[in-house]
């Protein structure tokens, strides 16, 4: 049955009007229809058959549509809402794979507060598959949906938004185990925990996106980015997300691939997140970050917290606790680092360089090194050969290096300090001796 708002009635009666009055009408406005679907699969497949462009599909409330075979695509513009409505792909072993919905050329899909469970595909997209038209998903959670290829549950190329939806448990074949975005997207006050991939544990960013406001918890990859990975040529904007315990091989909850791939973190909390490179996050190319936040974070071999290997900008950043295998417990830097106003406390290494590792260039202003340990050289800073830290206005105070090979800095290349203060470090303050102009003891 459709049944159409109010509105469009009168609509048409004020049109009425004005030409009986002799004074012409407006325009008809275009009238919406809304479709409302029994719980059952056939109404499902003809009511998405028959819509024309503008139609909303009401789902029947606390009902399971439970397929068997692959819906129709969606070939018009088209709503679909739910109320605690559930689209699901049979568990039953002898159901094929599929999408659960597909957005066809000429089509585009907007779906509100509906759940997606067990979609399966052998290519991209378990639950969704919009590579034809642009998708929007407000609220609803996507569960346990598999692809062979990208997108364990949506698979973007014509433009994504997603607002207040929950993915969980969902996994690819290789890149993106919840989201892959292949066309510009924007994700919104969203949570993903326990999505997996190959690459990618929860989104691939492979074109632009803008991510606020959402809570990554367990995701994982093989390789990169245990949460999210920014591809070649592409960049992603994170607002005020929080990252907890992601894993992967590089990044352990973001990761950027190339040179060309740019990253700009602001108010980002990051917290026991792991990696064998970069604990909290691994960059390639250029990156920003802003009142971010790393605690706890661990990596195997380099950067407990945060690994540069471009051009990075950080600051009014806290990295705390944060610890690594070989060098750099908060911060390795194998680029061109500039940072402010940044904070390096409780960082530990088992080998150089607890607060900042630099194997680049650093300037560094307005920063604290405080109660950082490396076992062997360098508690607060580790310079190497042919890399040059400038420190301006900073501290580096009570930070350890058991072995003895300064506790404070240890230079194997040129350090220059302005207005800063190195004190109070064991067992020394520099090392070698006078290798760092105006510290001693």
């Given amino acids: 049955m459709r049944v159409t708002f109010m509105k469009t009635a009168l609509a048409a009666a004020a049109a009425s009007g004005l030409v009986a009055a002799g004074l012409g009408a407006e325009p008809a406005l275009a009238s919406v229809i809304t479709v409302n679907v029994p719980c059952s699969v056939g109404a499902l497949s003809t009511a998405i058959t028959n819509a024309v462009n503008g139609d909303v599909l009401q789902l029947a409330r606390n009902c399971t549509y439970t397929l068997t075979s692959a819906l129709p695509d969606v ?29 066809a050329s000429g089509g585009s899909l907007a ?6 469970t067990n979609g399966d595909t052998t290519t991209d997209g378990g639950a969704i598959y919009a590579y034809d038209g642009p998708l929007s998903v407000t609220g609803g959670t996507f569960t346990g949906n598999h ?4 997108g364990g549950a949506i698979y973007s190329d014509d433009g994504v938004t ?17 989201i892959e975005i292949d066309y510009g997207g924007t994700v919104t006050g969203s949570t993903f925990t326990g999505n ?24 994982s990859s093989t390789y990169y980015g245990g949460a999210i990975e920014v591809y070649s040529s592409s960049s992603l904007t994170a607002n005020k997300d929080s990252f907890y315990k992601n894993s992967a091989e590089y990044g352990g909850a973001i990761e950027t691939d190339y040179s060309s791939s740019d990253l700009t973190d602001n108010n980002g909390y990051f917290k026991q997140n792991t990696a064998e490179y970069g604990g909290g996050l691994y960059s390639a190319g250029d990156m920003t970050l802003n009142k971010s936040t790393f605690v706890y974070n661990q990596g195997t071999y380099y950067a407990g ?20 295998g070989d060098y750099g417990g908060g911060l390795y830097n194998g680029g061109d680092l500039t940072m402010t106003g940044s904070s390096f406390t409780g960082n530990t290494t088992e080998e150089y360089g607890g607060g900042l590792y630099n194997d680049g260039s650093a300037t560094v202003g307005g920063s604290s090194f405080q109660q950082n340990t490396a076992s062997y050289g360098g508690g607060g800073v580790y310079n190497y050969t042919s890399s040059t830290v400038n420190l301006n206005g900073s501290q580096v105070e009570y930070n350890h290096a058991p072995a003895g090979f300064g506790g404070g800095i240890y230079n194997r290349a040129t350090v220059n300090l302005a207005n800063t203060t190195v004190r109070f470090n064991t067992a020394n303050n520099c090392s070698p001796a006078a290798s760092v102009t105006g510290c001693t003891g």
């Fill in 147 to 150: 692809a062979a290829d990208d």
């Fill in 305 to 324: 917290g945060v690994y540069n290997n471009d051009a990075g900008t950080v600051t009014d950043a806290t990295f705390k606790g944060n610890a690594v």
């Fill in 162 to 178: 997603v607002s207040g939806a929950t993915f969980t448990g969902n996994s690819a074949g290789t890149y993106s185990g919840a």
């Fill in 196 to 219: 997996t991939g190959e690459y990618a544990g929860a989104i691939d960013v492979d074109s632009t996106a803008t991510i606020s406001t959402s809570t990554f918890t367990s995701n």
């Fill in 75 to 103: 070939g018009v513009d088209l709503a679909i809402q739910g109320t605690r409505s559930t689209i699901e792909r049979s568990y039953d072993g002898s159901t094929p794979d599929f999408s659960l919905l597909d957005v």
């Fill in 111 to 116: 779906v509100t507060n509906v759940n997606f």
